[in-house]
């Protein structure tokens, strides 16, 4: 059974760093594209970066040159380096099995979530 378990958030000021992790399972982490999606209050699922199988990457315009994604397919983590965070990078953030690069919305209905990580800045 596929499992996707997020840790590293918590509350900072802006201006601070954060990194976050994801442990997978259940699935053979290093043949699949991953990405980081956010849904801030009251808002919907937004897309923030994705990583291949081949180290390629992708970020969001609103995060790029802020946040770094990586993968150790070793050990089934996946990473978010997170900079220079500001109150707007607010929001819950979840890993996912799945490219959605580019994508405009996000319906959470025909993919595995976690829990997700509590990210919150202030200001």
């Known amino acids: 059974q596929l499992q996707l378990v997020e840790s590293g958030g918590g509350v900072v000021q802006a201006g601070d760093s954060l990194r976050l992790s994801c442990v997978a399972s259940?699935?053979?982490?290093?043949?699949?594209?991953m990405s980081w999606v956010r849904q801030a209050p009251g808002k919907g699922r937004e897309w923030v970066s994705t990583i291949n199988p081949d180290g390629r990457t992708q970020y969001a315009r609103s995060v790029k040159g802020r946040f770094t994604i990586s993968r150790d397919d070793a050990n089934k983590k996946l990473y978010l380096q997170m900079s220079s965070l500001k109150p707007d990078d607010t929001a819950v953030y979840y890993c996912v099995k799945a490219d959605f690069a580019w994508y405009a919305t996000i319906s959470p209905l025909g993919y595995d979530w976690g829990q997700g990580t509590q990210v919150t800045v202030s200001s």
């Open positions: 259940g699935f053979t982490f290093a043949s699949y594209t």
